[in-house]
């Protein structure tokens, strides 16, 4: 049995201030910036799972891409069995895509797509999206797997921006851990 893996996480609470759902990009616009702690590559979340990543910041004001927009890409795995992949941003805010999947890929609709923590981004293990088509066409050599976004995206008022800030790494077994020293008599 695997030890679950241990991840030390910052997190600042950011407002949004504005929203463009243009279809060519997802942008937000933050009410923190530099000087609340906000840096560039910093993951949004929210109570549902990934939003997106800062991706420029001002002293008191921070630009964030969606997961949506058609430029983002996350690395993503399967919570039933471990396929990891790439889902990228469509231009719509309702779809992910993973392309580039062997055709017989073990992927079913209604699997739950993961972060890795890949990159460092994000913790491993946010909901990101669920699968919600996989199609197989027979004259292509790729699946083309389709996601719905888990989070509310831009329908959020506060998100939460992390940074994994250590791998702390497997919890250590009890049996490991030193035994505390014994009471001296001088203690008593």
Known sequence: VEAAERQAVSGTLVRLVDVDLDPFRHRLLLDRGADAGIRRGDGLLDAQGVVGQVSAVGPTTAFAILITDPNHALPVEVSRNGIKSIAYGTG?????????????????????????????????????????????????????????????????????????????????????????????????
């Open 92 to 188: 719509d805010a309702t779809r992910l895509l993973l392309p580039n999947l062997p055709l017989n890929v073990d992927l079913q609709v209604g699997d739950r797509l993961l972060t890795t923590a890949v990159g460092g981004r994000f913790p491993a293990g946010v909901p990101v999206a669920e699968v919600i088509a996989v199609e197989r066409p027979t004259d292509a050599a790729f699946a083309q797997v389709h996601a719905r976004p888990l989070s509310g995206l831009a329908r959020n008022r506060e998100l939460l921006a992390v940074r994994q800030i250590q791998w702390i790494g497997p919890p250590e077994p009890v049996s490991a851990r030193a035994p505390p020293p014994p009471a001296s008599d001088e203690d008593s």
